[in-house]
């Protein structure tokens, strides 16, 4: 219950035996703010009278990491997991490697069966071996094909995200082909082509992001192809080589080495003098790190029978010398590199 106020109007101490009190402030000034509980009266309540009390005059305390604790959500611990997860994260395939992955990127990994697309890879290549697939943009018919050729492969949710306009659902899309790229059961030779398709057309993609998870996952495709003893088809070099040659010239050079380091993964998987007219073709691009690029790529892949085939077209020959007295040091330096390599050969 309340207390009954009390006042004094002596001074402390007045008479004879009693305690001194203390002198309290008049009513009148009541602009002033309540005093503080004394520390011992606060001392003799509980926690739970405490409470009380603040709730009765209407103030509740609350600290700050009790806020940030009620605002964070609950994660479920290790020990209150289903017996069915844990199975699941100690049995192998896509699973086991995706617990290798930070929480963040662990949901984006989409599990999906390959299926078989109607028509067979040798009579689709055919067909389109004369298709314009980059690096300028690609026409609107070609895409439509691809992606109706993808809907026959792929379940609709993973058919989703590979052509989503949200960057969250590219990345998921990137990750989880990248996996399916590693698992040693899965052949994704029937669709190579139809996987570089989609991928040098998400280069178009001014994202930084991306770039790195494409180049991941062609990195982790020719690897798999040179490993195996495989080479890529005419039509599949044909697809990655002019794309990879005229993205080489990005901004951020961590990017641009990456690419020089697929290309010269190409040049192992693919006969070199196939690659020859892709190489000069790439000598006439506008972005002169590109052209570098391109004349290192040239200078790397320089053996007997190139050297023959380039010094007999003299258009090609022009071409390089041309590129040794350019305004770029880069593409002098390059091309200077080709023309040493040419003398050594010839």
């Given amino acids: 219950?309340?207390?009954?106020?009390?006042?004094?109007?002596?001074?402390?101490?007045?008479?004879?035996?009693?305690?001194?009190?203390?002198?309290?402030?008049?009513?009148?000034?009541?602009s002033c703010a309540p005093s503080p509980i004394p520390p011992q009266r606060a001392g003799s309540q509980g926690p739970a009278a405490a409470a009380a009390g603040a709730g009765e005059r209407g103030l509740t305390r609350t600290s700050s990491?009790?806020?940030?604790?009620?605002?964070?959500?609950?994660r479920p611990s290790r020990d209150n997991l289903a017996p069915a997860s844990r199975q699941r994260e100690a049995s192998g395939g896509p699973s086991a490697a995706a617990a290798a992955l930070p929480t963040s990127a662990r949901a984006l990994v989409l599990t999906f069966e390959l299926g078989e697309p109607r028509i067979p890879k040798q009579n689709r290549q055919q067909r389109e071996r004369c298709q314009y697939w980059g690096p300028e943009p690609i026409p609107a018919e070609h895409l439509h094909s691809m992606k109706d050729t993808w809907k026959q492969c792929v379940d609709e949710r993973?058919?989703?995200?590979?052509?989503?306009?949200?960057?969250?659902?590219?990345?998921?899309?990137?990750?989880?082909?990248?996996?399916?790229?590693q698992e040693q059961s899965c052949s994704i030779e029937h669709v190579l082509?139809?996987?570089?398709?989609?991928?040098?057309?998400?280069?178009?993609?001014?994202?930084?992001?991306?770039?790195?998870?494409?180049?991941?996952?062609?990195?982790?495709?020719?690897?798999?192809?040179?490993?195996?003893?495989?080479?890529?088809?005419?039509r599949e070099a044909q697809i990655l080589m002019p794309n990879l040659l005229e993205r080489s010239g990005h901004n951020i050079a961590a990017i641009r080495e990456s690419m020089e380091v697929l290309l010269r993964h190409v040049l192992a998987v693919h006969p070199r003098l196939r690659i020859l007219p892709m190489l000069l073709q790439g000598l006439l691009s506008k972005n002169k790190r590109s052209v570098a690029c391109a004349m290192r790529c040239?200078?790397?892949?320089?053996?007997?029978?190139?050297?023959?085939?380039?010094?007999?077209?003299?258009?090609?020959?022009?071409?390089?010398?041309?590129?040794?007295?350019?305004?770029?040091?880069?593409?002098?330096?390059?091309?200077?590199?080709?023309?040493?390599?040419?003398?050594?050969?010839?």
């Avoid at 990750?175 to 399916?180: D, L, M, R, T």
């Avoid at 050297?307 to 002098?332: E, F, G, P, W, Y």
Wanted: a positive charge; glycine letters at 4%; hydrophobic letters at 45%.
């Fill in 298 to 346: 040239l200078a790397e892949a320089q053996d007997r029978q190139l050297a023959a085939a380039l010094v007999r077209s003299q258009k090609d020959v022009t071409l390089i010398l041309k590129a040794a007295d350019d305004k770029d040091a880069d593409v002098r330096k390059s091309a200077v590199q080709v023309l040493a390599s040419l003398a050594q050969h010839v």
């Fill in 158 to 181: 993973v058919f989703k995200a590979m052509f989503s306009d949200k960057m969250e659902e590219q990345l998921a899309a990137l990750q989880s082909w990248k996996f399916k790229v």
């Fill in 1 to 30: 219950p309340p207390r009954r106020p009390q006042s004094w109007d002596h001074a402390p101490g007045g008479r004879a035996g009693d305690s001194p009190a203390p002198r309290r402030l008049s009513t009148a000034s009541s």
């Fill in 193 to 234: 082509d139809l996987l570089l398709k989609w991928l040098t057309y998400l280069l178009m993609n001014a994202n930084t992001q991306i770039w790195k998870a494409i180049v991941e996952v062609l990195g982790c495709i020719l690897s798999q192809v040179e490993a195996s003893g495989c080479q890529l088809s005419e």
């Fill in 65 to 74: 990491a009790d806020l940030a604790s009620s605002r964070l959500p609950r």
